[in-house]
């Protein structure tokens, strides 16, 4: 079993930045991928960013160029960048991690949420 616990979330006006965080319980090295979610009202729930174990990434075409995803084995952690917000990136935003474990069973593990609203 994993925890995860986003943070960073809040209200910002558009054009500015936040960085969200994801605090794993235990060790994230093996983890892949790692990636963020967000899910707006009335939508499904869509992959942001993902990063691989080995430090490879994947962006949304709608964040390119304006969000960053980061991860620090050392210290459980997943990071997101977000920079020059629109209103369309409100969304609750989710961590998510893939873990593969003893006989090569596969765990998706989510955290709760972190919302995250942009004002026009």
């Known amino acids: 079993q994993v925890q995860l616990v986003e943070s960073g979330g809040g209200l910002v006006q558009a054009g500015g930045s936040l960085r969200l965080s994801c605090a794993a319980s235990?060790?994230?090295?093996?983890?892949?991928?790692m990636g963020w979610f967000r899910q707006a009202p009335g939508k499904e729930r869509e992959l942001v960013a993902s990063?691989?174990?080995?430090?490879?990434?994947n962006y949304a075409d709608s964040v390119k160029g304006r969000f960053t995803i980061s991860r620090d084995n050392a210290k459980n952690s997943l990071y997101l960048q977000m920079n020059s917000l629109k209103p369309e990136d409100t969304a609750v935003y989710y961590c998510?991690?893939?873990?593969?474990?003893?006989?090569?069973?596969?765990?998706?593990?989510w955290g709760q949420g972190t919302q995250v609203t942009v004002s026009a």
């Open positions: 990063i691989t174990s080995a430090g490879s990434t």
């Open positions: 998510h991690a893939r873990s593969t474990e003893l006989w090569g069973r596969v765990y998706d593990y």
């Open positions: 235990r060790s994230i090295f093996s983890m892949n991928p």
